[in-house]
């Protein structure tokens, strides 16, 4: 992994632990390009024929831009950097020849990087890595986490569009240890198995209702704030439960809700009512921590991915930030199709939140969050 803003390779527990602190980041530096520059000539993503697996389709419902800015994706991203470059291993049965491509996601066109070796599996693997300092040109020292959940939510946006697209068993990877890439996406081709979910690749349940339309996913936006108005306890479940099933290993799940009853809430061990984790009012406290972004403390509830403690080693790091992120862009997804508004919320400093429930300190803290609400800005201001 490379430095935010130097090449060479970071420390994660230290970056993790600096990104925590009150320390604030410095002033904005250029970010660089707005994608990778690929070596060699773009090639367009030819149609599908009738049995290959369709890449022009699975891109642009995952990763592609739909302005030359590059800012509206299908997936979100911190700040809108987009610091998530992918490769693509192409095997049998897609609509490219079989070789190796970088994807470049603003011309939503491919560039040949090297030819197909031997043992690639049919279908295609998203190899998912990062342009640190695309996300470091404005977040500084508090880049890296946000780089990994930025990694996961890629990783998500690809894996929904496949189940989008008909893919049965599209497999996740985000607890490889390889410096690159930090994540994978395996797709097979129509009718074809995947590797039989080799070490590391977790099957993934569908969101509750079913997978997505590919409508659903190019309307994905985060919605601006404020975000007032407390989602139904059946809109909260359902968020609840989409980010467990996608994100259980080393995490925990809770919301923090506001009056009449401030708590925060957690699924009963068999999902199927919401629980008291804690009483009292979370989101204030959360709106400090979460870089002092004062809308948070009216929004009508907040999400919470936590765990990682502070003797975490960078495996596990790692690991927790890219399912963290994964599984707050499926929930996400999730609170939409309930009508809710949502935006990810991923820059935290001193979110010890086990420490301020009175627990142990340095054991349990913020990871990621989702703020939810009822009500958007646009209909906020008419009333
Ligand atoms: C990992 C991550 C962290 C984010 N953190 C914040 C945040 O702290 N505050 C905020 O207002 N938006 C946050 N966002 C939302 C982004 O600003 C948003 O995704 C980006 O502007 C692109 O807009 P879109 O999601 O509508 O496509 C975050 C998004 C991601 C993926």
Redesign the pocket.
Known sequence: MEDPREDRPVDLVAALARARSPEPPGPDIPAGGAARAWPGPPRPLPPAGPADLDLEALLRYSLAAADASG???PV?????LHPVDTELVVGAGCSLPPGRYGYDPLRHRVHPVGPQLEGTPPGVTAELSVTARRTASHYGHRAWP?LL??TG?AAAALFLAARALGTDEPEVRLDGLAESPLAAVHIPPPGGRGPAHPDGCARVPDLPGGPPTLAELLAR??TP?PMPGAPSQDALRAVLTTAERAGTRDLRWCAAVGPPRPALVALSADGTTLRRHAAGEARPTLAAW??G?AWIADAGAVLLAHGCPADADAPHIRRAHLRA?FAVHLAHVTALRHGLAA?????WQQADLGAALGAAQDRDWVV?GLALGTRHADEENTT
Do not use: W, Y
Request: without cysteine; aromatic residues 0%.
């Open positions: 800012r509206l994706r979100s991203s911190a700040g809108a946000l959940l930025d939510h936006r985060s704030p979460a870089a972004q992120g935006r990810p919320v991923g820059s990621h």
